[in-house]
C-alpha cells in the first residue's frame, strides 16, 4: 500500500504564505502523477495543481501566479508554496498521486493522503 502524509496546513491572513508538503511511501515503483486538491465546506473537491513525473504542472486558473508546485522524484514528495492567500483559499487539502506499485508493466492507482486544513482568516 502506499500512505501519502501531509504536512504545513495552518491558519494565516490574507496576504500571508503557507507551504504544504506531501511524502508518499511504501513499495512503489513508478509514480506518475502528484498534485494537490481541495474541498471547501459544502463544494467539491478541485484539482488546485498537479505535476507529472516528467516535471509539466497544471494549475487551477484561481491560483495561477500566486501557487506553486514542486516534485522531488527521488524523495517521492510534492510541496504547494501558496503565495498571497485569500480567504476563498480556504479548505482541506489533500493530496494525490498516481501511484504504481507493481513493476512493469505499470499498474497505476490513485492515493489520497488524509488532507490538511488551511484557514485563511484575518
Known amino acids: 500500500q502506499v500512505q501519502l502524509v501531509e504536512s504545513g496546513g495552518g491558519l494565516v491572513q490574507p496576504g500571508g504564505s503557507l507551504r504544504l508538503s506531501c511524502a508518499a511511501s511504501?513499495?512503489?515503483?513508478?509514480?506518475?502523477?502528484m498534485g494537490w486538491y481541495r474541498q471547501a465546506p459544502g463544494k467539491e473537491r478541485e484539482l488546485v495543481a498537479a505535476t507529472s513525473s516528467g516535471g509539466i504542472t497544471t494549475y487551477a486558473d484561481s491560483v495561477k501566479g500566486r501557487f506553486t508546485i514542486s516534485r522531488d522524484n527521488a524523495k517521492n514528495t510534492v510541496s504547494l508554496q501558496m503565495n498571497r492567500l485569500r480567504p476563498e483559499d480556504t479548505a482541506v487539502y489533500y493530496c494525490?498521486?498516481?501511484?504504481?506499485?507493481?513493476?512493469?508493466?505499470?499498474?497505476?492507482?490513485?492515493?489520497w493522503g488524509q488532507g490538511t486544513q488551511v484557514t485563511v482568516s484575518s
Open positions: 494525490n498521486a498516481v501511484v504504481s506499485l507493481k513493476a512493469p508493466p505499470f499498474v497505476y492507482s490513485a492515493y
Open positions: 511504501g513499495t512503489i515503483f513508478s509514480i506518475k502523477n
